[in-house]
């Protein structure tokens, strides 16, 4: 949860965008069926539309 909290922490402050354009954050949350069973993922991070960083769990 700490590392989540951190995350969202950066993206935000990294929104604020100094010089350029800003960094707008991005979530997702997937879940997946399979021969191996039901499988979940989540993603946060930010993006300006030429660069993106993210963090996937």
Request: hydrophobic residues 45%; positive net charge; glycine residues 22%.
């Amino acid at each position: 949860m700490k590392r989540l909290s951190l995350i969202l922490a950066l993206a935000a402050l990294s929104a604020c965008g100094a010089d350029g354009a800003p960094f707008a954050p991005t979530a997702s949350v997937g879940i997946g069926v399979g021969s191996g069973g039901l499988t979940t993922g989540a993603n946060v991070g930010a993006s300006n539309g030429t660069v993106s960083i993210g963090v996937g769990i």
